[in-house]
């Protein structure tokens, strides 16, 4: 299902209001969360449903997607920081699991992240965000499909466009969760603002499925709920017609 929504606002509200709802009905949901520009308002609009007791989260298990490898907690540039700024910081203490990168042996964290997502029963609800090059975590063009949680190396456009974004150089690995543990995922919601992510969600979602557009696999889930901007959604509306999965 494609809901087109008004701006960024509108939809981190839909997010938030989704990931409310499922608290309400499993409250002990295992969750998928991403970071990055496009979920910042979706935080907020959590954090005050927590406040306001709309959802319980004492038995939630909260994961995030991916982490840059190399970083502690306390580096401004680590989503573990991000976390807590954006969420962490402004509601009760939840359980909540990243990937520890500041280690010598990353992959076995990689390897125990994973172990710990199954434990967890595998994700209720996934969040995902999508880079420009189709990337979703840090899976990046050319990850196998059937992959699980690994270390990955950042696409370039991935290091340049976050260098960016956060002001200062960032690792060239992360940790994160592999396609095939997002697939496995029984709902997931991709999310898209802005002008410029309408060639890649075009790209994701209309044109064939392959490892080169990781995004792309996300035609072959079956309960996918993608939450876009006017904008994001620029490319995909004129071909609204053609798209099996537009609502009618
Ligand atoms: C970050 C992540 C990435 C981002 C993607 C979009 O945890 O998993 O896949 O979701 O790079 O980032 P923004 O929202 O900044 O455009």
Do not use: W
Not at 41 to 66: C, G, P, Q, T, W
Not at 68 to 85: F, H, N, Q, V
Not at 144 to 166: D, M
């Amino acid at each position: 299902m494609i809901k087109i929504l008004k701006n960024l606002e509108e939809v981190d509200l839909e997010a938030a209001r989704i990931l409310a709802k499922q608290l309400i009905l499993k409250p002990n949901s295992a969750v998928a969360l991403p970071t990055g520009l496009t979920p910042l308002k979706m935080y907020e609009a959590f954090a005050n449903f927590a406040r306001s007791k709309i959802v319980e989260l004492k038995d939630v298990h909260f994961f995030n997607l991916d982490e840059y490898i190399g970083l502690t907690k306390s580096d401004s540039s680590s989503y573990a920081y991000y976390m807590r700024a954006n969420l962490f910081s402004k509601i009760a203490k939840v359980d909540h699991r990243i990937p520890k990168t500041n280690t010598l042996d990353p992959e076995k964290e990689a390897l125990d992240y994973e172990k710990a997502i199954r434990s967890a029963g595998g994700f209720d609800l996934c969040f995902l965000g999508i880079g420009v090059d189709g990337h979703i975590g840090f899976n990046e063009p050319g990850t196998s499909f059937s992959s699980v949680t690994h270390v990955a190396n950042l696409h370039s456009s991935t290091i340049e466009r976050n260098t960016k974004q956060i002001g200062k150089s960032i690792p060239r690995k992360a940790i994160t969760v592999g396609i095939k543990t997002i697939m496995n995922s029984r709902r997931i919601v991709l999310m898209a603002v802005g002008i410029e992510k309408a060639k890649v969600i075009s790209q994701a979602l209309l044109d064939d499925i392959t490892p080169e557009l990781p995004a792309s696999v996300l035609q072959l889930h079956p309960n996918l709920t993608i939450l876009l901007d006017e904008e994001s959604a620029q490319k995909i509306n004129s071909s609204a017609n053609e798209f099996h999965l537009i609502n009618p």
